[in-house]
């Protein structure tokens, strides 16, 4: 088989084959996946245009494999059967109620596992499978029913709603918090200030005081939040406190307040999903998600109601 890219398949691709050729319909695999039939359908269009081949013969009844892909499903069934039998792999659980859930590393770390034995268990039980990436994935794509991200706004081709925005504030380790002490905005700058992906809310927060600031080579940055808040715990230099991100971390005093002057971050956090129809445990899951984040019932309703 020759194909068109060197590119490695993702594993999701060969479940949603494996799935379609063991029971002859599209609407079959993707009920024993759990996704939705367009994600499916997606998955398949996606390998065989990596093949450059027809895997599957589309009939009134269904799929049948054509010879092409009568091959390749062999191939696949030995590959899956080598897995298998390796006694320590993870196997991710599937189930109605097992509701895939991506997030960035810090949104996961910092505000989500704090809440997701609550997320999980009230009112009934509901299994969520934590995807951890930086990348704005294809929900339907990838199977992934929610997404919860920060940003600026809504995405193309989702469904999204806003869970809360930032309020943000200076915090440093308690000793250089003691050595910067309260006074003037200026002040702050003469120690390093601690960013993450971009400047944009240190630029708000002195915008705010009537300042300009631009990064200096004195001051740090880290693309992970997690990272920006142990550097500021470490003494590197003063980082932004974005509730409620930072509520553990300042109930414990491993960070303290340097400025009491609080303004709002252009970034905020959405919550989002494919367009469609979404599932009944994916939906139960952003109505508890709404409560944890303190958004009103009607506005996560008309989210799981909207078609785009």
């Known amino acids: 088989m020759d194909h068109s890219s060197d590119a490695i398949l ?14 002859g319909s599209f609407s079959a695999a993707a009920e024993k996946l759990n996704i939705t039939h367009g994600a499916v359908s997606r998955q398949i269009a996606k390998l065989e245009d990596w093949l450059g081949l027809k895997v599957f013969d589309r ?9 092409e892909g009568n091959r390749l499903h062999l191939r696949t069934t030995e590959a899956f059967a080598l897995i298998s039998s390796n006694s320590d792999r993870w196997v991710e659980p599937r189930g109605t109620a097992v ?16 809440r997701m034995a609550a997320l999980e268990n ?35 081709g989702r469904v999204s709603v806003q869970l809360f925005e930032e309020h943000v504030f200076p915090v440093a ?27 944009s809310a240190w630029r708000a927060w002195f915008a705010a005081q ?4 631009r990064p200096r080579p ?11 808040l ?52 994916a939906a139960e899951l952003a109505r508890r998600i709404a409560a944890q984040a303190g958004l009103a019932a009607e506005k996560i309703e008309e989210f799981i109601v909207a078609e785009q």
């Not at 993702?10 to 029971?23: G, H, K, S």
């Not at 956090?269 to 599932?279: A, E, M, N």
């Open 10 to 23: 993702p594993l999701e691709t060969l479940r949603a084959f494996d799935a379609a050729a063991r029971t």
């Open 59 to 67: 009939g009134a009844r269904g799929v049948s494999l054509t010879i």
């Open 99 to 114: 509701v895939r859930l991506t997030s960035i590393p810090s949104v996961s770390g910092l505000w989500l596992m704090p």
């Open 122 to 156: 009230n009112p009934s039980r509901l299994r969520i499978v934590l995807d951890v990436d930086i990348r704005q994935a294809d929900l339907a794509d990838d199977g992934i029913d929610l997404s919860i991200r920060c940003g600026r706004g809504r995405i193309p």
């Open 173 to 199: 380790s308690p000793d250089l918090a003691r050595e910067i002490g309260r006074g003037d905005p200026a002040r702050l700058l003469k120690f390093p200030l601690i960013n993450d992906s971009d400047a």
């Open 210 to 213: 009537d300042m300009d600031y």
């Open 218 to 228: 004195q001051d740090r940055r880290f693309e992970d939040y997690n990272l920006v």
């Open 230 to 281: 142990d550097a500021a715990a470490h003494g590197l230099g003063i980082a932004l406190a974005r509730p409620p991100m930072i509520e553990h971390q300042l109930k414990s005093g491993r960070i303290v307040a340097v400025d009491d002057r609080i303004v709002l971050s252009p970034i905020s956090y959405w919550l989002d999903r494919p367009t469609g129809r979404p599932r009944a445990a």
